[in-house]
């Protein structure tokens, strides 16, 4: 009998873990068709026991969560800044689709008024219209240079602009940990002459990150597709961008195979 309540008991916190919406009468009800019958107070005292919150605390989504539950349908944006060597000081605004990680567009300006950052939306929108992109949600702090016709400019296309807590940076991770890879791999050791300057090496960066740099949260494959049936025979190429500083490998194709 200790035996068959010890189970009964472990499968209540099963239960109650893996299925944050169930109140006590669901769980109980679970029970009997799993073959033990419990009162609905033995549960809530067990869980209590526990420390298992009540359902409707247990049900509530976390930010984490929504973020890994909605990522195929997120987009994510943010600034950041690079003086050039004259000490003039550039923005950059980008858009990373967070199901995937790869940089959508970025745009570069010594100034970023209302009208520029609105256009760089309506060049969000015509990229996602062009990937057949079904993104619903923008993440996006509350700085200043997010004005609200850059919310109406993406409303018109569906995509409802979610701004973050003041002051929580790790509301918007993905973003921020893009910024500090583009400056510890690229930007940091590199003198910027100017915006266009400055555009192409952004240019050459996304490109490499999209397309050729392993990423950890996608097991080591690039954003922009998983690598299938890799041979480990024939030649390597590498890819050498802004003068070495940015390198990629691939295999050439094996001509005996061809």
């Known amino acids: 009998m200790g035996r068959v309540r010890a189970l009964a008991w472990q499968l209540i916190l099963r239960l109650a873990r893996e299925n944050p919406r169930w109140g ?113 949600y923008l993440i996006c702090d509350n700085d200043r240079k997010f004005p609200f016709a ?34 510890r791999e690229c930007l940091d050791w590199l003198i910027i002459g100017g915006r266009p300057h400055l555009e192409q090496v952004l240019d050459e960066y996304v490109d490499h990150y999209n397309n050729e740099r392993p990423h950890r949260g996608l097991q080591l494959h690039p954003p922009n597709g998983r690598l299938r049936g890799v041979s480990a025979t024939g030649a390597i190429r590498c890819r050498s961008r802004l003068g070495g500083l940015l390198r990629g490998y691939s295999r050439e194709p094996n001509a005996a195979a061809a």
């Open 24 to 136: 006590y009468m669901r769980i109980r009800g679970e029970l009997i068709k799993l073959g033990h019958v419990v009162s609905a107070t033995s549960i809530r005292n067990l869980m209590h026991t526990h420390g298992v919150p009540t359902s409707s605390r247990r049900s509530r989504l976390s930010w984490r969560q929504f973020l890994r539950a909605q990522a195929s349908a997120i987009v994510a944006t943010d600034y950041f800044t690079v003086d050039t060597w004259n000490l003039k000081r550039l923005h950059v605004l980008f858009f990373m689709e967070l199901g995937t990680r790869r940089i959508l567009w970025f745009g570069v300006t010594e100034n970023p008024n209302q009208e520029w950052v609105s256009q760089q939306a309506r060049n969000l929108s015509w990229e996602l219209q062009e990937q057949g992109s079904q993104a619903r």
């Open 150 to 183: 850059f919310e109406r400019v993406l409303a018109g296309e569906g995509v409802r602009v979610i701004r973050t807590s003041l002051q929580a940076p790790k509301a918007n991770a993905f973003a921020e940990r893009w910024v500090g890879s583009a400056r």
